[in-house]
């Protein structure tokens, strides 16, 4: 059975600061990765998706890496910005999507 | 192009009531799913579609039932409502994962209370 971990559950960093979330899987068969944004009472907004036979993938000041081998995959926000507070959910994709629990971003001026 | 739609977005049942939460996309997507938000447990899988008239049990299903008869419709229906149902439902869509997977998108979500 596909498990999803992520860490930390819940991060508090002031504005500036560069940050990486993290996520582990236990089934390296995967399709593909995706995270998620979720802000308070809203649905979830991908931010990136990685295919299997790619290593990272960039948009803006995110950064989102995959390593299947290990189950592993980080988020990188550089630069972070009040903004950005919000839950950050990774989810992998196999025959259907399986879910973390997630990492409850708070960034502060 | 809307998305994928959720409706309601708000529900007070009282237990043993039945309803049904609709989901509609107009992505042409093969790939659609409804989950379960509860504090601290993320989101669990409740059911998923791979296409028309094919539908599987996910991680909770026990309660609900969903049927496929059309690609662009998902319906979750709640046959008896406990207590326990209480939660933010979501369903999403994507083309199928088997395919090299692509990006899923989901509704806005319907907050269910059970009293």
């Known amino acids: 059975k596909q498990e999803v971990t992520q860490i930390p559950a819940a991060l508090s960093v002031p504005e500036g600061e560069n940050l990486v979330l993290n996520c582990s899987f236990t089934?390296?068969?995967?399709?593909?990765l995706q995270w998620f944004r979720q802000d308070p009472g809203k649905g979830l907004t991908s931010l990136l998706l990685i295919q299997s036979s790619q290593r990272e993938q960039t948009s803006g000041r995110l950064n989102a890496s995959l390593d299947k081998s290990s189950g592993r995959s980080t988020l990188y926000i550089a630069a972070s910005q009040p903004g950005d507070s919000a839950t950050y959910l990774c989810?992998?994709?196999?025959?259907?999507?399986?879910f973390g629990t997630g990492t409850r971003l708070q960034v502060f001026p | 192009n809307a998305g994928v739609t959720q409706t309601p977005k708000f529900q007070v049942l009282k237990t043993g009531q039945s309803m049904t939460l609709q989901c509609a996309q107009d992505m042409n997507h093969e790939y659609m799913s409804w989950y379960r938000q509860d504090p601290g447990m993320g989101l669990r899988l409740i059911h998923y579609?791979?296409?028309?008239?094919?539908?599987d049990q996910g991680e909770v299903p026990n309660g609900y039932n969903v049927s496929r008869s059309t690609t662009e419709d998902f319906p979750l229906r709640l046959l008896s409502a406990a207590p326990s149902q209480t939660s933010v439902y979501f369903c999403a869509s994507s083309y199928s994962p088997g395919t090299g997977g692509t990006e899923a998108f989901f509704g806005q979500g319907t907050r269910l209370t059970v009293v």
């Open positions: 989810a992998v994709s196999t025959d259907k999507l399986i």
């Open positions: 089934d390296s068969a995967i399709y593909n």
């Open positions: 579609s791979v296409g028309a008239g094919i539908t």
